[in-house]
């Protein structure tokens, strides 16, 4: 190309490398200063605690519930009453009678008639020897010389309900005759028993109840 002046065109010297060179310098500046910013950015918008920066401090309330047991206030659990066999009655072996020793007319008489419902093999009713006089409590006399008449005395007692004396019977017998006529077993019948069935007479008992319910006493 000519120059409207007429003369030579003037060649500008290139420099290509120096000016690559030059910018690639600059977008680099402007790059870590870019980074630098998102990095700060970054970090101020994060959760984190920065070391030296004041933190916040939440106060927790805790509440605690207090239960208070009644006083006084007792919890009763009623076990389960247990079942007991009784021991069978011994009836067969020895024959009884039974000597009044208690100045109840026809107390004897009548507690033969119940011992025999009850399966005792009984003789005839008598009196107590005058030396007895009168008993407060019953007593249960046996011959040793028969060998199930113990078992049977034993046997009466707990039918009477509970007889606390129980012993081999001594010569002469304690009855108004000195003999017991053949029997293993001799009833002297005093005041305790006089006049009162055996129903009357045994043991009250207490009926087998579940776990946690009341017992039941049962007059039996």
């Known amino acids: 190309m000519s120059d409207p002046s007429g003369g030579v065109p003037r060649r500008v010297p290139r420099n290509e490398p120096g000016q690559i060179a030059g910018g690639l310098a600059i977008v680099l500046s402007v790059a870590a200063v870019i980074i630098g910013f998102v990095v700060l950015r970054s970090i101020s918008g994060s959760g984190d605690d920065v070391v030296g920066s004041p933190t916040e401090s939440v106060d927790v309330a805790v509440t605690t519930t207090v239960v208070e047991e009644p006083v006084g206030e007792a919890t009763t659990t009623v076990a389960a009453a247990s079942t007991t066999t009784e021991p069978a009655l011994v009836t067969e072996g020895a024959s009884v009678i039974v000597a009044n020793a208690n100045s109840v007319n026809g107390s004897a008489g009548s507690m033969t008639d119940q011992l025999a419902s009850a399966g005792y093999n009984m003789g005839a009713a008598t009196n107590a020897s005058a030396s007895i006089g009168r ?35 001594a010569t002469p017998a304690p009855t108004q005759t000195g003999s017991m006529d053949g029997a293993g077993v001799l009833v002297l019948l005093g005041l305790d028993k006089a006049g009162r069935s055996l129903a009357e007479l045994v043991p009250t008992t207490v009926a087998t109840v579940p776990a946690g319910a009341t017992a039941t006493t049962v007059a039996g």
């Open 135 to 169: 008993l407060d409590e019953t007593v249960v006399y046996y011959d040793p010389g028969i060998p199930s008449a113990q078992a049977v005395a034993e046997s009466v007692a707990a039918s009477l309900g509970g007889v606390t004396s129980i012993a081999p019977v």
